[in-house]
C-alpha cells in the first residue's frame, strides 16, 4: 500500500467473440519511496478526514467500508474573484469536479479517480457508486481486524 503502484486502466474485464471473459492484468509501476514513511500515515488519516468531515461529504458518511479520499475541482472560467451565481454560468463554463479514493484503507481492493466535466460536486457520488458495486460484486468486507474477502 504505502508506494505500491499500478498502471490505470479503464477496462476492468472484456468479453470476446468467443464469449469469454479476461481481465485486464495489473502492471507494476515503480513504488513511491518517502525519506520519512510514517507520512503514509499521517496523508492517509487526513485522505479519511475528508469524508466525514470536509469536502468529500458527498461521498456520504455512512460507508460500509473505510475509505480515503481528496476532492478537487478544476475551473474553467476565471470571474476575477468576483461572485457568480451559478445558475448564471453557462453548462460548458462551470467547473470540473475531481475525486480520487481507495478503499478499504487497511487493505485496498480498489482505488477510482472521477472526473465529472461542469458538475462540481457530481465526483464525489459517483466514486461510491463505483466503489461500492466493485467491492459489492467482490464481496469484500471489513471487520475489526482488517479486510475479508468471501470470494476469491
Request: charged share 15%; glycine share 6%; no cysteine.
Amino acid at each position: 500500500m504505502h508506494g505500491l503502484r499500478f498502471q490505470p486502466y479503464l477496462l476492468y474485464a472484456f468479453n470476446t467473440s468467443t464469449g469469454q471473459r479476461l481481465k485486464t492484468p495489473f502492471t507494476y509501476l515503480p513504488a513511491v519511496n518517502l525519506h520519512d514513511s510514517q507520512n503514509w500515515d499521517i496523508v492517509i488519516k487526513a485522505m479519511q478526514d475528508v469524508i466525514p468531515w470536509g469536502t468529500g461529504f458527498r461521498f456520504g458518511r455512512h460507508a460500509p467500508y473505510s475509505v480515503a479520499a481528496k476532492t478537487g475541482t478544476a475551473q474553467v472560467r476565471n470571474d476575477n474573484g468576483r461572485y457568480v451565481s451559478w445558475e448564471s454560468i453557462p453548462f460548458n463554463q462551470r467547473s470540473n469536479s475531481i475525486f480520487i479514493a481507495f478503499a478499504p484503507v487497511k487493505h485496498p481492493k480498489i482505488a477510482v479517480a472521477v472526473i465529472v466535466e461542469h458538475e462540481p460536486e457530481a465526483g464525489a457520488a459517483l466514486a461510491r457508486k463505483v466503489i461500492a458495486a466493485y467491492l459489492l460484486a467482490h464481496k469484500v468486507k471489513e471487520s475489526g481486524h482488517g479486510l475479508k474477502t468471501t470470494q476469491s
